[in-house]
């Protein structure tokens, strides 16, 4: 599974929300001048984010977006359903052979785990750690 920019700069724009919670309002302008990101770009994924009702908008000179809720509140999962849809590196086939379909079916709650229990507070207050390797997994 590979989570495009969509699910990438929804990500931003919820932790640039997340870091600015109880502040105000947001503007999209602001947060895309901060990650040199394309605001008309943002402004596409900002929709179906208000939509799925995890931000609002705030009109006027001083507008832009808010969270609706806590950030502890809100998961990477929520935000990456809404922006990429399921979550399934792989279609599961009821005819496939059952060592592949129950390795499909546990990589794929593998990643809804991971997602789910990391909120967007988790990664907005991250600073880092670096006692961490990191590897690049392709799956």
């Known amino acids: ?3 495009s920019t969509k699910g990438r700069y929804g ?10 919670y109880g502040e105000g309002p947001v503007s999209l302008k602001s947060i895309a001048k901060e990650h040199d990101l394309s605001e008309h770009y943002l402004e596409q994924l900002i929709a179906p984010l208000r ?5 609002k908008s705030v009109r006027g000179a001083h507008g832009g977006y808010m969270l609706t809720k806590n950030a502890a509140d809100i998961t990477a999962g929520d935000i990456i359903r809404v922006l990429e849809g399921p979550i399934s590196p792989v279609e599961v086939l009821d005819d496939e052979e059952p060592a592949k379909r129950d390795l499909w079916i546990k990589i ?3 990643v ?10 988790d990664l907005s207050s991250y ?3 670096d006692d961490h390797e990191y ?4 799956i």
Do not use: H, P, S
């Not at 990500?11 to 600015?20: F, H, P, Q």
């Not at 939509?51 to 931000?55: K, Q």
């Not at 590897?135 to 392709?138: D, I, Q, R």
């Open 112 to 121: 809804k785990d991971v997602l789910d229990n990391t909120t967007l507070e």
């Open 51 to 55: 939509n799925a009702m995890l931000v």
């Open 1 to 3: 599974m590979k989570i």
């Open 11 to 20: 990500l931003t724009i919820m932790m640039a929300l997340a870091e600015k």
């Open 108 to 110: 794929r709650d593998a």
């Open 127 to 129: 600073k880092g750690d």
């Open 135 to 138: 590897y690049m997994f392709y």
